[in-house]
């Protein structure tokens, strides 16, 4: 088997491959947070939606710490003092917050994968496309001769 042949076929099972797991990743991080029934606050962006994917899981994010914010008179929890009650608020709102941001970010590199797979794939079939012109051109130009 040539390199050409070789690159192609590579190409083609690792685009394949990534695109596989780019999809499976999305489903996996979707099908978890999807369970664990949260909705969107009503007064979040796309306020109560089910928080299943990357939009819906950056507004819970967004609203947690406009909430949180609210909460502590716009202080993090860096900022408030060590006896503050309002302290242990601040915490699980940075808690659930980049536990969220986490999902978004899982969501964004699995769509990276997919469609970096995708390329793989029309990258392999492109070199099928023109190896196959190639073998074409080299079998006209011994013909004639």
């Not at 190896?131 to 004639?144: F, H």
Request: glycine letters at 12%; one cysteine or more; aromatic letters at 6%.
């Amino acid at each position: 088997m040539d390199i050409r042949k070789s690159t192609a076929l590579v190409s083609i099972v690792l685009g394949a491959m990534m695109m596989i797991g780019g999809a499976g990743t999305w489903l996996l991080v979707s099908n978890t947070l999807g369970s664990q029934n949260i909705t969107v606050s009503e007064d979040g962006c796309l306020g109560g939606a089910a928080v299943d994917g990357p939009f819906t899981a950056y507004c819970q994010a967004r609203i947690i710490d406009h909430h949180a914010m609210e909460s502590t008179g716009g202080k993090t929890y860096a900022e408030l003092d060590r006896e503050d009650p309002l302290r242990a608020t601040a915490m699980n709102a940075s808690f659930l917050q980049a536990s969220l941001f986490t999902s978004v970010l899982a969501f964004g590199v699995s769509a990276m994968a997919a469609a970096v797979g995708l390329l793989f794939v029309l990258m392999g079939l492109g070199i099928r496309e023109v190896e196959g012109q190639v073998v074409d051109l080299t079998e006209s130009a011994v013909a004639r001769s």
